[in-house]
């Protein structure tokens, strides 16, 4: 699929994974962008769920005021890794206060532990290893629609709970050096209720919203069995098919849609090399259990 796709006069969108991502040419990342190119780069993000913008070459305080224009921005709630000056950067890597996991990550959607999720995040490669951490992605979109009908039937309407908790006890068994800095936040998020099979607001279009480091347990399901349920749906969404590794060049920016995939990283040598990555969270607007 490594044909040009023309869109208009500017934006110019190359497909890159086998079912979604794409890279995409012309989209102003500084200063003014006209309405007509961010309906289309919308458009595109609608349409492929995850977007790469090659050598953006963006500061933190334009990547925020880029990041703005698809709506209002998330605070992480790791305060302690956000830029001081520009509070709505989350700095992930091993570089200063940046956010540093030492051990295997884990597929996830951002700020899956909050009452509305983020509808979609923006990442930033500010310094990238020679080797390894990349990030990647999982279409829960096509592997929702690539389900047998049984499966269907039977994860429809379940619900799962999201819970910080779950996650700093897993993070405690990868990184041991986090617990100080995670367990003063558990307090401010609850365990949330969310669907197991999301419906994406603006394209209606079903997709699996499995977290596994995040959910506690699937309600009306022992914990064994829904434990079982979900490694499952992980093996199908992160078949190769519906996956893309995207490999950082210093300056890419990637955008994607929370609500229609899945995300993780690959570890890298931290050691050798450094890692500094920036990343803003566009805030959702809708209840999970309603869209
Ligand atoms: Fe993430």
Redesign the pocket.
């Known amino acids: 699929m490594n044909h040009i796709v023309p869109n208009d006069a500017t934006l110019t969108i190359r497909p890159i994974g086998q079912t979604f991502g794409a890279e995409v040419a012309g989209m102003p990342i500084h200063g003014d962008v006209s309405p007509e190119l961010l309906v289309q780069f919308v458009a595109a993000l609608h349409r492929y769920r995850v977007l790469v913008v090659p050598r953006a070459d963006v500061g933190p305080a334009d990547l925020v005021a880029f990041s703005r224009r698809f709506g209002p921005l998330e605070i992480h709630s790791r305060f302690e890794s956000t830029l001081p000056d520009h509070r709505e950067v989350f700095c992930v890597g091993n570089v200063g206060s940046a956010s540093f996991s030492r051990g295997v990550e884990q597929w996830?959607a951002?700020s899956s532990y909050r009452p509305v999720p983020s509808d979609a995040?923006l990442f930033y490669g500010e310094i990238v290893p020679p080797e390894g951490g990349d990030t990647l992605f999982a279409d829960s979109t096509a592997a929702y629609r690539s389900l047998d009908a049984a499966m269907k039937q039977r994860i429809d309407g379940l619900v799962a709970v999201h819970s910080l908790e779950s996650l700093r006890q897993w993070g405690l068994r990868h990184n041991p050096d986090r617990k100080q800095a995670i367990d003063s936040q558990t307090d401010s998020f609850p365990p949330v209720r969310q669907p197991l099979v999301r419906q994406h607001p603006v394209t209606g279009a079903r997709s699996l919203f499995v977290c596994p480091a995040v959910i506690s347990h699937i309600e009306g399901l022992p914990i064994d069995e829904g434990a079982a349920l979900i490694d499952s749906l992980l093996a199908h969404i992160t078949q190769p098919r519906t996956v893309y590794a995207h490999r950082w060049n210093q300056g890419d920016l990637v955008m994607w849609d929370n609500r229609a995939v899945l995300?993780t990283a690959s570890l890298f040598d931290h050691t050798r090399y450094q890692r500094l990555m920036y990343?803003t969270t566009i805030a959702g607007h809708a209840p999970g259990l309603s869209e």
Do not use: E, L
Request: hydrophobic content about 0%; cysteine-free; charged content about 40%.
């Open positions: 996830h951002d995040s995300h990343r």
